[in-house]
């Protein structure tokens, strides 16, 4: 399926490349239709982090449950979350600025190429952060809660499968259909 998908898409592009830049026509109103809601998506991942970040920030002043989940941590993951939701504060900005009727074909694709470097480039750093943040947490976890440490496994394993097989191809489509040409 990967192949054939693949294959499409260098037609497509042998296609744009053929033709000179005033022969492509983008179709604005299905790219205008996925930029607002890939800015919904970040909406509510900014939202989302800002709200576990004020959590986690509380729960350090109030040092709760300091055994299975020190302080350190909740520092770690407080901070990490407030980062997140800048990035996504800025994302939004950078996609928001984006006119999509008025840009040319070129432009545009330029412009909407940076940001979706700029979202895999966040995302494979905050995945670095979860690693960090889960290594330090299993071994308090198993060392003081082992029932935890299997629900946080299982846990995340339910979310990576969910991620790898939903999450992540609609964020792909959004992308893709955010430089949606007319045929």
Not at 104 to 119: D, E, G, M, N, W
């Amino acid at each position: 399926m990967q192949l054939d998908e693949l294959k499409k898409n260098m037609s497509v592009l042998e296609q744009v490349l053929a033709r000179t830049n005033t022969e492509i026509k983008i179709n604005v109103s299905a790219s205008q239709s996925a930029q607002a809601r890939i800015l919904k998506k970040f909406r509510q991942g900014f939202t989302s982090c800002l709200i576990l970040a004020i959590v986690f920030a509380l729960m350090a002043i109030g040092n709760v449950n300091p055994v299975s989940f020190p302080l350190y941590l909740k520092i770690y993951v407080s901070s990490i979350l407030a980062v997140g939701a800048v990035w996504y504060i800025y994302m939004y900005r950078k996609l928001k600025a984006i006119n999509i009727a008025a840009l040319t074909p070129s432009r545009l694709f330029a412009k909407t190429s940076t940001v979706r470097l700029l979202a895999v480039s966040g995302e494979i750093f905050f995945l670095i952060c979860l690693a960090v943040l889960f290594t330090l947490l299993f071994q308090n976890a198993w060392a003081h809660n082992r029932v935890g440490f299997w629900a946080t496994v299982v846990f995340l394993v339910i979310v990576i499968i969910y991620s790898i097989f939903h999450y992540y191809p609609k964020y792909i489509q959004l992308f893709r259909d955010l430089n949606s040409i007319k045929e």
